[in-house]
């Protein structure tokens, strides 16, 4: 594998790829392009068909590119390239909330709230959301306390709008200490 120049219309888009995009995600996704670049080639097979970056050739042909860098994978089964483009597709990750929050608390005082909330469709209150998880509590009730705060921190990754009800709802929870009690209310809650 290496990263070479192709033409873009000489790339081919897989018509079985079930992965899509509306408009406002190309448009979010054209908008990343533009404020970073191009900054993830397109993996193709020895057909010139795409394996994974569909989106991104899209973009690209729409801005007016005529080349765009790719990475040519030979010698894969039609499983093994639809199994990539799986992978490839949705093995992402999770977001812990909390640095999510610190990243987005950073971005913000650094000026780029409003790139933020375009490149993530993000609200200006779901972007409060996530720096209240910040906040650091006014009060921690007793009856939580004697457990020390683990139980009680996760309490803050909920929306804030919601805390005090958890909360209440717990000191009603029957149990035999506080960590049955929490994981009833865990359950609860889903």
Partial sequence: MKLEVLKISDIVPDPTNPNFMNEEMMERLRFSIKKFGYTQPILIDEKNVILDGEHRWRAAKAEGRTDIEIIRI???TEAQKKLLRQAMNKLHGQHDPLKDATDFKFMMSEGEREDLK??????DDELDTYTNLLAEPET???DIESDGSAMFNLVFC?????????????KTVPGKDNEQRFMKLLEAVK
């Fill in 140 to 142: 921690m009730p007793a």
């Fill in 118 to 123: 375009m490149l993530l469709a993000l609200n």
């Fill in 74 to 76: 030979d010698g894969l």
């Fill in 158 to 170: 909920f929306p804030i709008s919601e805390r005090d009800a958890i909360l209440n709802k717990f």
